[in-house]
């Protein structure tokens, strides 16, 4: 049997042998997707040059009423260059991010052709061949640009589940690779929120960073009165390329949608966009610190930091600094000294920490980032940055509880029936697709709940991983699950990176420890 040349196909349907039914011909899908790539870059290219144009004929009128002396002139004409002076840089930044936007995409898309000509065993190598240079491009690019760009960078460098292998291999060293602001800019953005100077503000003042990331950087400071205080600043300048960055990365993330697992990319998309935008305003997160922080006051070996509420705006927080060493470094040191249970310990309260926040609070700090915890010299966990944090629904929560209370008992309808209640939809409609995930789900739990973490078998290895995601994906391809709701992204985005430290470390937990007092407390209050 002579197999037929896929040129209606992508290059990820082709490595996966996936049965596809297009409703267009093939040269016009393929030009479809050309087209929209140039219309989006010629439309971003078009509005760039027309604000160009807006605000010189702006800064001609503001100009003649400076000449004329009237009032208000000169704050006018100011307001409009500084608005100017941005232009260049919105016009280079459209250009660099663009470019390569446009080769990865470019590059994807010839792929589909290319991949005719590799014979069958050869395929895959060459596919992550690909994947792992354009992964590089992005990475180095938002390197350079950093914004919005180098925080999706590190938001997908935790998505194993969206992203191929070499795409997260490449995009993990920017977990810390954000370049410091210098100090007068800083000194200038605390200046100009807080309407005071420095030294009228803090005692001391640390000029070098102990923290730097893709929206601000976190500087050690002194009170008057004597507290010890983290200083947390906002990058400039970040709200005038927020909307280019983030226009140009759904672009690049519809171009290349068909090389990805079928999935919900417009939820993440969005999603990523709404917490990246909500972090641009240390108010909220300020709120949120406050909420978590009394929320887990009672709670034994686990610390949040307060905020001061009067040094705080939208693009400085102030709050309590606590010292301690970082979460990763604290488990290795354990490790390497042969304290296992103090291991087991630590994750236990990590894993305790997001179930009840989870469960029942509704509202948790969504990037468990390791270097977002701290272990202070009294063995307490501490839980820092609550830029990226999610307020689920109550409708939500009790739908995840009846899923987690139906994966215990082994009952795989109800956990499908109730996660198509909760949003999710599949392409055919039926539910086939949601029982794999729950199969997959349940065996996990009740694996973590009804044995103990020190027998053979308990974590699984690199391969056990490997296969039960390739066999989920095989099952997700011939009937993609079209619809997530939003909570549930960044709920995947905690357990995912949470699951990643604990197959690591290999803890010995009892979970029916920490999982059930959180499940038992809300069935009893339904039943009452």
Known sequence: MTKSKPTDQSAYDQEHNMDTTSTQPPRQ??????????????????????????LAEQAVTAWKKLAQGAEGAREEYQAIAAQA????????????????????????????????????????????KLHRKNARLFRDVSLTQGG??????????????????????????????????PFSDIRSTIEAELQDTLENLFLSFDQQPIAAASIGQVH???????????????????????????GMLKLFANSIESMLPPTDLDTITGEIERSIREELDYRTEAKWMQQIADFLEP??????PHPIARYNTKKVLVSQFIDGTPLMTAL???????????????????????????????????????????????????????????????????????????????????MSTTLLKMGFKTRSGNPDTLLAFADALLSQIQKAAFKLSSEDGYWPTPAEIAAQAKELMMKAEADPVEK?????????????????????????????????????????????
């Open 148 to 181: 919005a760009f180098l925080k999706v960078g590190q938001l997908l460098s935790a998505r194993a589940d969206i992203l191929p292998k070499p795409w997260i291999e490449e995009l993990r060293v920017l977990q810390d690779q954000a370049k410091p602001v």
């Open 29 to 54: 899908d393929g030009l479809r997707v050309w087209l929209n790539v140039m219309n989006a870059s010629l439309s971003a290219l078009e509005q760039t040059v027309w604000q160009g144009r807006e």
């Open 484 to 528: 997530l709701p939003a909570e549930f992204i960044m709920l995947a985005r905690v357990f995912t990176t949470l699951g990643g430290l604990f197959v690591h470390y290999k803890p010995k937990l009892d979970v029916n420890q920490y999982l059930f007092p959180h499940l038992v407390g809300p069935a009893l209050s339904q039943a009452l």
């Open 332 to 414: 290795d040191q354990r490790q390497a000294d042969g304290d296992f249970a103090g291991v087991s310990d630590l994750l236990g309260r990590l894993l305790d920490l997001y179930l009840r926040q989870v469960l029942q609070s509704g509202v948790f700090q969504a990037d468990p980032h390791p270097g977002n915890f701290l272990v202070t010299a009294n063995n307490e966990l501490v839980l820092l940055d609550f830029g990226c944090t999610m307020q689920l629904t109550d409708e939500f929560r009790e739908g995840y509880f009846q899923v987690l209370g139906a994966a215990l008992m082994g009952e795989r309808d109800t």
């Open 299 to 304: 709670v034994n070996g686990v610390v949040v």
């Open 220 to 246: 050690s400071a002194q009170l008057h009165d004597g507290r010890r205080v983290a200083v947390k600043v906002q990058r400039p300048g970040l709200e005038h390329i927020m909307d280019l960055d983030m």
């Open 85 to 128: 002076a941005q232009w260049p840089e919105r016009v280079q930044r459209m250009k660099q991010t663009g470019w390569m936007l446009t080769k990865v995409v470019g590059s994807y898309r010839l792929w589909g052709i290319r991949s005719a000509f590799i014979p069958h065993r050869k395929t895959e190598r060459a596919f992550n």
